[in-house]
Every structure is written in C-alpha cells, then in structure tokens.
Nanobody, 118 residues
Framework: QVQVVESGGGLVQPGGSLRLSCTAS????????MAWFRQTAGKQREWVAL???????QYAGSVKGRFTISRDNAQDTTYLQMDDLRPEDTAVYYC????????????WGQGTQVTVSS
C-alpha cells in the first residue's frame, strides 16, 4: 500500500517563505510523477505544480516564479519551496503521486495547512 505524507505547513506573513515536503513510500512501481495541489473551503482543488520523468517541472500561472518544485528520485520525495507568499496562497496543500503503471495521481496525502496572514 502506497503512503503519501506531507509536512512543512504553517503560518507565515505575506512575503515570507515556506518549504513543503512529501514522501511516497511502499510503491512496488517506479513513481512517474509527483505533484502539489491546493484547496480552500468551498472551492475545487487546484493544481499547483508537478515534476515528472517525462516533462520535467510545470507550474500553474498563479505560482510561477514564486514556487519551485524539486524531487529526490532516490527517496520518492518532492519539495515545494514557496517564496513571496500571498494571502491568496492560503489553502490546504496536498501532495499526489502517480505510479508508472497508470501515470495518474492515484495516491494522495492527507494535506497540510498553509496560512499566509499578517
């Protein structure tokens, strides 16, 4: 059974930075891609960034230039460095993993809260 665990959320002032971490463990197959999504109350889950062995890194327009996704392939761990945070970045951030067998985000973490407020 694959487990996806995020960490690193918290409260930060506007303009500040946070680094989220996520590890996928227990997969019998290579992890093709890992991604970050976010969701606020009453809104649909929104894709933020992804890293994949096929396409490299990609970002949503709202975070491009402020967020950086990276991956430690040996550990199936991904990081999301978030700089110049804004109040509108406040959300629960979820990590997802796509195994090479399906190339879809089949495995999800429980989420970590990021709050940007003065």
């Amino acid at each position: 059974q694959v487990q996806v665990v995020e960490s690193g959320g918290g409260l930060v002032q506007p303009g500040g930075s946070l680094r989220l971490s996520c590890t996928a463990s227990g997969s019998a197959f290579k992890i093709f891609s890992m991604a970050w999504f976010r969701q606020t109350a009453g809104k649909q889950r929104e894709w933020v960034a992804l890293t994949s062995t096929l396409t490299g890194t990609q970002y949503a327009g709202s975070v491009k230039g402020r967020f950086t996704i990276s991956r430690d392939n040996a550990q199936d761990t991904t990081y999301l460095q978030m700089d110049d945070l804004r109040p509108e970045d406040t959300a629960v951030y979820y990590c997802a993993a796509a195994p090479d067998t399906t190339r879809t985000y089949d495995y999800w973490g429980q989420g970590t809260q990021v709050t940007v407020s003065s």
